[in-house]
């Protein structure tokens, strides 16, 4: 049912621009008005999300370890897994980040006959997400050629390494397999595995399908069914100048392309998607295990009124002698 | 707001980053591309016709050309049958340059403009300009 709901949002999606550009001819909305708000609500909404969080006080340092502490120096400590500094962090994160090595480290858990208990290494969760980030990546700078003129060097080397097979005219990408493949494996390992498919929700279909979308219109329109590149890129160059016009016969798969993007930059803040930020921000990867090095206060205490035994006696001490109580001082 | 430094500096990269197609062409000229029929023997023709349609031509030159050299490489197929019947033999340099020689301002005009490597120049010569041009 869940997995109907997504489909539906993002054949919709889909729908919009189609009418609006097929029936309706608006054309400023889809390719001005709602790129440049789409723009405006991912950058307002990722700085308004990052500095919500940075407004939680990290009190104590919660890093998940892994590995030895460190301790006396004949104890070799696992510097990457438990670290005790900067450099330590700065690597594991780097790592995290970069390698996404938490999520390597999976493991599945089977019972077997005997009954026997086994770990075993899962990588595929991880095969796929780290080829499906990485080919977003690419993808992103490959678009780049229509975002500058003239167009850095860089991105003709990123573009030849990418479709260096020369398969086809225009050259078949790589990334573009690749990212729909990945996409396609995580979206069915969701349908298919019943633990999984439990406990996903429609905000977890939905960027998966969207993605698929955003992916299948660009090779749709690169490979099959051929759009005015001359007309998009003069789309996106008086977009980023700030001087839109929108060239006529683009093609209106285009639209369908830059209208689902649109959706996907306006949804991120608001979305799972925010891992992009969170990632960063996770304090069991980022802080230094440094607990019993630093003395760390709470940033939240506040003075605590104090009333001493000596300023007590001060207060009591003819009261205490009328009474007989012992005092310390005459 | 904890940790201020790291945050802003953050929230600064990520800004820089996000907003770097704005500021990354500020100053530099757009060129629009304007693909040139200007030749001489274009200039002659009575009838100013491609070997199909215009926008046929504008959409699939490059599927036409990648369809062409497997022919002749690949099938010894030398003669293209155009739509309209005509015949045409199959080749860069002799039929597609014989009118258009002005590579730089006809085909360099969108595939710069795109950034679209075309590897044609890999294994064929550059169509060689009149000196009257000046262009070369």
Not at chain 1, 278 to 290: I, K, Q
Request: hydrophobic share 45%.
């Amino acid at each position: 049912m869940k997995i109907v709901v997504a489909f539906i949002v993002v054949l919709v999606l889909a729908a919009l621009p189609y009418a609006g550009i097929q029936y309706a001819g608006m054309s400023t909305v889809f390719g001005i008005i709602i790129p440049y708000a789409a723009v405006a609500v991912f950058i307002l909404g990722v700085v308004y999300r990052i500095v919500k969080w940075a407004r939680s006080p990290v009190p104590f340092r919660i890093p998940t370890t892994c590995g030895q502490e460190k301790s006396l120096p004949w104890i070799k400590q696992n510097k990457l897994d438990n670290p005790s500094g900067t450099a330590g962090v700065l690597g594991r994160m780097a790592l995290e980040i970069l390698c996404f090595r938490s999520l390597f480290r999976n493991t599945r858990t089977e019972l077997r006959e005997g009954p026997r208990l086994s770990y075993a290494s899962s990588v595929w969760l991880w095969l796929a997400a780290i080829a499906f980030h990485w080919s977003f990546l690419i993808i992103l700078i490959r678009h780049f050629r229509l975002f500058s003129q003239p167009v850095p060097h860089f991105i003709n080397v990123v573009e030849n390494i990418d479709g260096f097979l020369q398969i086809g005219v225009p050259t078949l990408y790589i990334t573009d397999i690749l990212l729909l493949a990945a996409v396609l494996y995580l979206f069915i390992r969701r349908v298919v595995l019943p633990q999984v498919r439990y406990i996903s929700l429609v905000a977890d279909y939905v960027p998966l399908l969207l993605i698929f979308g955003i992916g299948l219109t660009g090779v749709l329109m690169r490979y099959f069914f051929r759009v005015n590149v001359i007309g998009v890129k003069e789309l996106v160059m008086g977009l980023i100048a700030f001087k839109p016009h929108v060239p006529a016969d683009i093609g209106t798969l285009f639209f369908i392309h830059l209208f689902l993007i649109a959706t996907l930059f306006a949804y991120f803040p608001f979305s799972k998607l925010m891992h992009l930020g969170g990632v960063f921000l996770s304090p069991t990867r980022n802080l230094a295990n440094n607990n019993r090095m630093v003395r760390h206060i709470n940033p939240w205490n506040y003075p605590v009124h104090v009333h001493t035994y000596a300023e007590y006696e001060d207060e009591f001490r003819d009261k205490m002698k009328a009474v007989g109580l012992p005092v310390e001082k005459e | 707001m904890y940790n201020s430094g790291k945050i802003i500096t953050g929230l600064v990269l990520f800004l820089g980053v996000v907003t770097m197609p704005f500021w990354f062409n500020i100053g530099k000229a757009d060129v629009k591309p304007d693909p040139s029929l200007d030749t001489p023997v274009i200039r002659q023709m009575k009838v100013k016709h491609c070997i199909e349609s215009k926008q046929f031509m504008i959409d699939n030159h490059m599927e036409l050309l990648n369809a062409w050299r497997n022919a002749v490489v690949r099938n010894n197929k030398t003669i293209y049958v155009s739509t309209a019947g005509q015949y045409f033999t199959m080749s860069l340099e002799d039929t597609c340059f014989h009118c258009h020689s002005n590579e730089k301002q006809f085909c360099d005009q969108c595939h710069t403009y795109a950034n679209i490597q075309p590897y044609c120049w890999e294994c064929h010569v550059k169509p060689v300009e009149e000196a009257a041009n000046g262009h070369r």
